[in-house]
């Protein structure tokens, strides 16, 4: 039978080395900027934009064997849009459509997404939007629990009417839009702030793990390593950190007092000793501070696993 490994707080501050670190992040998520007292921007904190979205019209269209290549300029600026299946192309209104030149749209493309240092700018967006006359309005961003966009200028009101999809074109439910990257297609707001909308349809842009009662494998390894490899510290079961980032898909990078660890548009920077993480460009905070409780192994409070998991 597993023994429970019961790590006292005053052993835990012995194993933990070097002078705290403000965490950092390196990517964006879109949640509001934490920032400490001193900072001169605390009382203007800002958000940092989640997606980034290139606008112009088709001028050329490349058909190549991986992609197709679609150059767009807009006044002296040219951009070329890597598009392929995975590709979501919608007119404004939400109907999915075929790029053609002549064509305007709008690009969205993850903030923090590589790019290739090249001329023109390729970029290979996650959505196009064809502009028509027709009315409707897109919106390309994060949604927190309340279903409020990064910048608080937008609040879904999902109803009975709003067709609600995943990524693969399954139908979703409106508790699976929280804290989840959407795209929104809809036509009216109220005047208040944020601006409320019932949106006419919303895509689930993040992947689900387990569509349709699928089972995710990776997710049976985590609980086996949780079930065998954990310590308990001030009433809180730790279990190691990078073993079960890896194990979930997330690239993991030492810093020498702690980890980040980045999966797509999701970053995490985590320091020992230290209860404040952070996520993306907000700070979160632990129950109990990360530790190294066994040789180059950091462990983290098992809830943090449960926000990776989902």
Same mark, same amino acid.
């Given at each position: 039978?597993k023994?429970?490994k019961?790590?006292?707080?005053?052993?835990?501050?012995?194993?933990?080395?070097g002078?705290?670190?403000?965490?950092?992040a390196?990517?964006? %998520?879109?949640?509001t900027?934490?920032?400490?007292?001193?900072?001169?921007?605390? *009382?203007?904190?800002?958000? *940092?934009? &989640?997606?980034i979205?290139?606008?112009? &019209?088709?001028?050329? @269209?490349?058909?190549?064997?991986?992609?197709?290549y679609?150059? @767009?300029k807009?006044?002296?600026?040219? $951009?070329?849009?890597? @598009? $392929?299946?995975?590709? !979501?192309?919608?007119? $404004?209104?939400?109907?999915?459509?075929?790029? *053609?030149k002549?064509?305007q749209?709008?690009?969205?493309?993850?903030?923090?997404?590589?790019?290739?240092?090249?001329?023109?700018?390729?970029y290979?967006? %996650?959505?196009?939007?064809v502009?028509t006359? %027709?009315?409707?309005?897109?919106?390309?961003?994060?949604?927190?629990?309340? !279903?409020?966009n990064t910048?608080?200028?937008?609040? !879904? $009101?999902?109803?009975?009417?709003?067709?609600?999809?995943? !990524?693969?074109?399954?139908?979703v439910?409106?508790?699976?839009?929280?804290? *989840?990257?959407?795209?929104?297609?809809?036509?009216? &707001?109220?005047?208040?702030?944020?601006?409320q909308?019932?949106?006419?349809k919303v895509v689930?842009?993040?992947?689900?793990?387990?569509?349709?009662?699928?089972v995710d494998p990776?997710?049976?390894?985590?609980?086996?390593?949780?079930?065998?490899?954990?310590?308990? @510290?001030e009433?809180?079961?730790m279990?190691p950190l990078?073993?079960?980032a890896? %194990?979930?898909?997330?690239?993991?990078?030492?810093?020498?007092?702690g980890?980040?660890?980045?999966k797509?548009?999701?970053?995490?920077?985590?320091?020992?000793?230290?209860?404040?993480?952070g996520?993306n460009k907000?700070?979160?905070?632990?129950?109990?501070?990360?530790?190294?409780?066994?040789?180059?192994?950091?462990?983290?409070?098992?809830?943090?696993?449960?926000?990776l998991?989902?």
């Amino acid at each position: 039978m597993k023994m429970t490994k019961v790590v006292p707080f005053a052993m835990s501050a012995l194993l933990i080395g070097g002078a705290v670190v403000a965490p950092t992040a390196s990517a964006n %998520e879109g949640e509001t900027v934490v920032t400490n007292a001193t900072d001169n921007k605390e *009382q203007n904190p800002e958000v *940092q934009p &989640t997606f980034i979205k290139i606008a112009g &019209t088709i001028e050329n @269209v490349e058909k190549r064997e991986d992609a197709t290549y679609f150059t @767009v300029k807009e006044n002296e600026n040219i $951009n070329v849009f890597v @598009v $392929n299946d995975e590709t !979501l192309v919608f007119d $404004n209104t939400g109907k999915e459509v075929k790029l *053609q030149k002549g064509d305007q749209v709008t690009a969205y493309t993850y903030a923090n997404k590589p790019m290739l240092m090249i001329y023109p700018p390729q970029y290979n967006p %996650e959505v196009i939007i064809v502009e028509t006359k %027709e009315m409707g309005i897109v919106g390309v961003d994060f949604f927190n629990k309340e !279903l409020v966009n990064t910048d608080n200028t937008l609040k !879904l $009101n999902v109803g009975k009417e709003t067709e609600l999809l995943s !990524l693969s074109g399954e139908k979703v439910k409106a508790k699976d839009l929280a804290e *989840q990257h959407l795209l929104v297609f809809y036509t009216i &707001t109220t005047m208040s702030i944020p601006a409320q909308t019932p949106p006419s349809k919303v895509v689930v842009l993040d992947t689900f793990a387990q569509e349709q009662g699928e089972v995710d494998p990776s997710k049976a390894a985590v609980q086996e390593i949780i079930n065998n490899d954990f310590y308990d @510290v001030e009433g809180t079961k730790m279990v190691p950190l990078r073993l079960i980032a890896e %194990e979930l898909g997330f690239k993991v990078e030492s810093t020498g007092k702690g980890a980040i660890i980045s999966k797509g548009a999701v970053s995490y920077t985590i320091t020992r000793g230290q209860k404040e993480y952070g996520y993306n460009k907000a700070l979160r905070y632990f129950k109990v501070a990360p530790v190294l409780l066994e040789p180059s192994k950091t462990y983290v409070p098992v809830e943090f696993i449960e926000e990776l998991m989902k």
